[in-house]
């Protein structure tokens, strides 16, 4: 009896037809692709738009809001004023410079401490509870102690937006330095590493991620310390000028002066995003997570 043969038969595609997809996509929502300057444009059309609404309605008296075109008409004059080196240019140098040193020196402490934090057990039981105790209070209501402490000149200024913005910096340094695995810890350990070895080798580059979200928190905390230390110490800066105009009941500039400390704090966030593409090129992330 002669055995029965069986052949598979398999179609081959057709010319110039492709093959069928195999690979599941998530569909992406309309919203989702949207072109990002389209978004951000409608927004602000929708916002101006409802402020335009409620101030011709005379929802909100207009010593409290002001008008759109009252708006702009004190930004074109705040930024000729800067143009001419006047005094809001003065005030917005001060600010910005209470800024960056509150910025450096919350750098420099926050690192030290996550470094502390993350590398002992000293830090771990001991110094991070009291950290942990100090965020949790308002930190406004320090600002009157700094400037009992430093007088009114610039020196509370910094002190309070250094105080604001280096929790964030502590935490997330802290955190990257567990970023290591334990097998890539492991590993350093018997080629014969030192501490000082993995920590520099290892923990620091595998953090920097971790460490740069900090800088990011850090960047817009230390925005808010400057000016809060600015509004209830006077001296100089842009919060000074805010807590002025508020008292003459000027909202078109106090409006006006909050969107250009806006572009201040932008800006510094910025150059954290672009140090962070430049020093973590090697870490991409689509994941949405603001601006950058």
Sequence with gaps: MTPTTYHTVTEAPAAG??????VWQEHEPLIDRIPRWVAMTGLFVAIV????????????SPIILPTPGETWDDLVFVGGNMLSGGY????????????LYGFAIAIGI????????GETKFGE??????LVAI???PKVAFAPLFIAWLGFDIGSKVALAAFIATFPIVVSTAAGLYAASENERHLFKSMGASRLQTLIRLKLPTGLPYFFTGLKIAAVGVMAGAITGEFLGGGRGVGALIRVSASQLDTPRVFS???????????LYLIVVWLQRTFVFW???DKPGGIG
């Design 17 to 22: 037809q492709d093959l069928p997809d195999t």
């Design 49 to 60: 738009g409802l402020w335009y609404g409620v101030t011709a309605l005379n929802i909100v």
């Design 88 to 99: 809001v240019l003065d005030a917005m140098i001060t600010t910005t410079l209470t800024v």
């Design 110 to 117: 926050g690192f030290s401490l996550g470094v502390l934090v």
């Design 125 to 130: 039981r001991a110094v991070m509870p009291y």
């Design 135 to 137: 965020d949790t209070m």
């Design 257 to 267: 002066l909050i969107i250009y400390l806006s572009f201040l704090g932008l800006t």
């Design 283 to 285: 870490n991409k992330s």
